[in-house]
């Protein structure tokens, strides 16, 4: 039936897990793979804050970004780290992100933000900034492409690629406070 969802469609032979994302661009509207969900944690969100990397959140199949929270919002629990801000992408639902972290002051690019200027000003900055630090994961630690097969292929690729992001962080932070 047309608009149907088909959980369990094979698209590749090569690696069977595989889903179509819509990424939205004009010349490729549609790319095979896997949707990881990326959380940083900063002390801060002044230009140039760099945090640590929380172990990337996925599931088999094409989830939207939401649908991943709950589980982000469980290792934030688990490691007993408090936010109070969060900057989303406009992909979120505004409403599930107060309903998760009800005593974080969430900003979702575009559809929710705080009431004073200067915060959202920052947070907005600083979600900016979140797509550079996308850009340079993919470029430098090679998330572009998972170089190994399936899904848990893809998330072993992915948690070495966050683990030398973060320890490059940590090095950079030694150097800075010594």
Known sequence: ???????????????PDARPIGKGKLGKRYEFGYVFQLAEITENTRRGARGLLLPAVSRVGSPNEPELLPTTVRELDRLGVRLREAAFDGGFDPGQA???LPETAAFVAGRQQP????????LAGYRVGAEGRISHLKRSYGLRRSRLRRHDGARVWVGWGILAYNLDTLAARAVQNA
Do not use: F
């Open 1 to 15: 039936m047309a608009g149907e969802k088909i959980t369990d469609r094979l698209v590749s032979l090569a690696d």
């Open 98 to 100: 107060n309903r998760l």
């Open 115 to 122: 009431e004073s200027p200067p915060p959202k000003k920052r």
